[in-house]
């Protein structure tokens, strides 16, 4: 009797790992900064939810709702441990920084095979995930948590970030043909694609991205929004960024400007 119960009960223990696995993971994002144990908590729903979804999944092979279910778990084990990855692996040190990225890789490429018939905007969902695990090993390496040995650590890094670009604004293109801009899928990859574009190309190149996220999350999630003032934040300290460069060129600027106009001019006779 109590084996059959914990059978009937299983559908609703998968529902509510993968629930706290999305939920946290949402709640770490609209933190300032990202917390090791929340993070932590969310990775370990996310193998609960996981291992509870493929085992409904393998007794229901033809079920598109229990493949849709395990695809989502395994979308947000491939998250979770990628950030787990980024932030140096498990506090407990049940996971390294490498076994953190290994498991989200392997997680990513599962739900990638079971979306292969997916919709566009659903398999915008696996390649929007793959850039977040691009990021997180590059900054990963970035910190000293992963080591680069193939090449030098600032190239591992630079590809990585380039990657990482690539597949958001490759999920990017696909939400928003779908959903249009103004859409809470469109605008994650807009907030991604804003941090790389810093990363890559400085504070104006980031603003642009970040400024238009701004806008989008300010109608749709209004000004009190965690998220719209996490990206308000970001919106003001890339803009300081900007005009500190731009103070800090202006001489320089000036006197290159000068010195040029000193050498074109033609000389005086005498």
């Known amino acids: 009797a109590g084996d059959q119960r914990a059978a009937q009960d299983l559908p609703q223990r998968g529902d509510v790992a993968l629930y706290c696995a999305e939920l946290l993971n949402k709640w770490a994002a609209a933190s300032p900064e990202y ?9 370990e729903y996310s193998v609960e939810a996981v291992d509870i979804m493929r085992s409904l999944y393998d007794g229901a092979p033809g079920d598109d709702g229990a493949k849709f279910k395990y ?3 395994l979308y947000w084990k491939g998250l979770n441990l990628a950030t787990l990855c980024r932030l140096g692996g498990a506090p407990d040190g049940r996971w390294t920084t490498q076994q ?12 990638e ?3 292969a018939d997916a919709t566009e905007e659903v398999k915008a969902e696996v390649i929007f995930a793959q850039g977040v695990l691009a990021f997180c090993k590059a900054e990963a390496v970035n910190s000293g948590f992963l080591r680069s040995t193939k090449m030098e650590k600032s190239v ?3 590809r990585k970030f380039r990657q990482a670009l ?15 801009d103004k859409h809470l899928e469109t605008v994650k990859a807009i907030t991604m694609i804003g941090i790389l574009q810093h990363r890559l190309a400085g504070a104006q190149a980031g603003l642009e991205w970040c400024r238009k996220e701004l806008r989008i999350r300010e109608e749709l999630q209004g000004e009190m929004h965690p998220r719209t003032q996490q990206t308000r934040r970001t919106y003001t300290m890339l803009l300081d960024e900007k ?3 731009e103070r800090r060129e202006g001489p320089a600027a000036a006197a290159a400007a000068a010195t040029a106009a000193a050498v074109a001019a033609p000389a005086s006779s005498v």
Do not use: N, P
Request: charged residues 20%; negative net charge.
């Open 35 to 43: 917390s090791k144990e929340i993070v932590m908590r969310a990775a």
């Open 71 to 73: 695809s989502t778990a």
């Open 166 to 180: 690539r597949l958001f604004d490759q999920a990017y293109q696909l939400w928003s043909s779908s959903y249009g």
């Open 243 to 245: 005009l500190q460069a």
């Open 156 to 158: 591992l890094v630079d």
């Open 100 to 111: 953190a990225y290994d498991l989200a890789h392997a997680s990513l490429t599962d739900c």
């Open 113 to 115: 095979a079971l979306r």
